[in-house]
């Protein structure tokens, strides 16, 4: 008779089975759409090994508080898919774990639950959506012009690398993430098929891949933006956006030193999505002056910023003296 696999190796082979890199989660989610299945909804597919780390973690966790509950009944995937069981678990770590980490807690279950359905493992729900808990957000919205420009020289003057990555966001939206990625040493020649991320100063241009995969390029409309690309110094190595580092360990140093910079100057700290956001505020109110209607303005800065909503532009229009 042979021995059942520990709970932590099965929930391994069941989220190695649906970890898709390579494939683009944008491309995912337009063949959804062909099956008028919803945008948001949770894709069959994980395509960050990232996130199946992180998903697949936070299962684990409610595995073995199982394990310890119940000891020896809880053997396999199945015993574990028991609503009571999530209830309990979830009800004792509300209050003791942030609430960020309850809703990661509760995405990871529900994508646990959503591979079991899929496989013919179980047939009903076990996620209970009473358990559900909304997202406490940091602080959203846009620096302002002068609080962007105290940051990038409090920044500069500890670290011109950061500071090149933070007036990159501010001038052409990008995600932190796409600015840490950004090939600054390749030339982007758009006169061919290339899927090589870079930059093409002349033209004002840069090609990068947002979220999900998605191609993107972001094009500089005005003279600070067009700066800030003909600023990007391709090919020195002590500039490079690009490092041998992790991206991760990047992102999370980069953060850090935007909020040291903050705190030194008193400025509210909306981390680096405020340059973004600040970029999307800039962009809108250039489109409204030349004349485009409030509509026409909100689609041509949503797919500037890479979104395909406009719904999302509220996250970046709010106050940044709120």
Request: some cysteine; charged content about 25%.
């Amino acid at each position: 008779m042979s021995k059942t696999p520990s709970l932590t190796y099965q929930i391994q082979q069941l989220f190695n089975s649906v970890l898709a890199i390579g494939s683009s989660r944008h491309v995912a989610k337009i063949e959804m759409a062909s099956y008028s299945r919803r945008p948001n909804e949770m894709g069959d597919k994980i395509h960050s090994y990232a996130t199946k780390e992180k998903q697949r973690q936070h299962v684990i966790n409610y595995a073995r508080w199982c394990k310890a509950q119940h000891g020896t009944a809880v053997k396999t995937l199945v015993d574990i898919a028991n609503s009571e069981m999530v209830e309990r678990y979830i009800a004792e770590r509300r209050g003791v774990v942030a609430q960020n980490t309850l809703n990661a807690d509760m995405v990871a279950l529900r994508r646990f639950q959503k591979i079991l359905v899929d496989r013919n493992l179980i047939q009903e729900r076990f996620v209970p959506q009473i358990a559900n808990t909304g997202r406490k957000f940091s602080p959203r919205g846009a620096y302002t012009a002068d609080e962007v420009e105290a940051i990038i020289n409090e920044v500069a003057s500890k670290d011109q690398r950061t500071a090149h990555i933070i007036r990159i966001q501010s001038q052409l939206g990008l995600r932190l993430r796409e600015a840490v990625t950004l090939r600054s040493d390749h030339v982007l020649d758009r006169s061919t098929n290339m899927d090589v991320q870079g930059i093409n100063k002349s033209e004002g241009v840069l090609f990068t891949k947002g979220k999900g995969g998605k191609q993107r390029y972001a094009n500089a409309f005005d003279k600070p933006s067009t700066q800030a690309i003909q600023s990007l110094p391709i090919g020195n190595d002590r500039f490079s956006v690009r490092t041998d580092q992790k991206i991760g360990t990047q992102m999370r140093s980069i953060e850090r030193k935007v909020k040291t910079a903050c705190t030194a100057l008193g400025i509210k700290c909306r981390g680096t999505h405020g340059f973004r956001a600040y970029a999307a505020r800039n962009r809108l109110t250039m489109l409204l002056k030349a004349g485009k209607s409030k509509l026409e303005a909100e689609q041509i800065t949503a797919k500037w910023l890479g979104h395909n909503r406009i719904d999302v532009l509220r996250h970046y229009l709010i106050d940044p003296k709120g």
